[in-house]
């Protein structure tokens, strides 16, 4: 089964645990709109978070890591990855399941995955009917560490 999320607007981090989740089950997800998800906190904390992030380099060889994603679909999966437990097997089965995008391109999810989205049930969750006073979207951080899409 083939569920399909849009993260337009919504708070990274429940987007990416419902993720999770389904993906465990066996279940493969496709993430749209990856870019216009939102972290909730303060910009500046965020901001010099994940800039402190590319500090880190390892100093014998850097083909091995760490690998930052400065791209919005890769910064996604790799807060999904987060969720699951990838030092098991188990984890890694369900990594492969799950398919990030930047927009909704129709024309991929049609080739790739055979999917219709006239047709097809978008899941939202739980739309954040409060405005959060304090928060920033995937794109700018991704944008502030250097990623170009």
Same mark, same amino acid.
């Given at each position: 089964?083939?569920?399909?999320?849009?993260?337009?607007?919504?708070?990274?981090?429940?987007?990416?645990?419902?993720?999770?989740?389904?993906?465990?089950?066996?279940?493969?997800?496709?993430?749209?709109?990856?870019?216009?998800?939102?972290?909730?906190?303060?910009?500046?904390?965020?901001?010099?978070?994940?800039?402190?992030?590319?500090?880190?380099?390892?100093?014998?060889?850097?083909?091995?890591? #760490?690998?930052?994603?400065?791209?919005?679909?890769?910064?996604?999966?790799?807060?999904?990855?987060?969720?699951?437990?990838?030092?098991?097997?188990?984890?890694?089965?369900?990594?492969?399941?799950?398919?990030?995008?930047?927009?909704? #391109?129709?024309?991929?999810?049609?080739?790739?995955?055979?999917?219709?989205?006239?047709?097809?049930?978008?899941?939202? #969750?739980?739309?954040?009917?409060?405005?959060?006073?304090?928060?920033?979207?995937?794109?700018?951080?991704?944008?502030?560490?250097?990623?170009?899409?």
């Amino acid at each position: 089964m083939m569920i399909v999320i849009d993260a337009e607007k919504q708070v990274l981090g429940r987007v990416c645990s419902i993720a999770a989740k389904k993906t465990l089950l066996g279940e493969e997800v496709v993430i749209v709109n990856a870019e216009k998800a939102i972290v909730s906190g303060s910009r500046d904390n965020i901001l010099k978070e994940n800039l402190a992030s590319l500090e880190i380099k390892n100093k014998g060889n850097y083909r091995k890591g #760490p690998f930052h994603m400065k791209r919005a679909d890769r910064y996604v999966r790799r807060r999904v990855r987060g969720m699951l437990p990838y030092s098991k097997a188990r984890g890694r089965e369900a990594f492969k399941r799950v398919q990030v995008y930047i927009g909704t #391109p129709a024309e991929v999810l049609k080739k790739n995955h055979d999917i219709d989205l006239g047709k097809t049930k978008v899941l939202k #969750p739980a739309e954040s009917d409060k405005k959060l006073r304090r928060s920033i979207t995937v794109a700018e951080i991704c944008s502030q560490m250097g990623g170009k899409w």
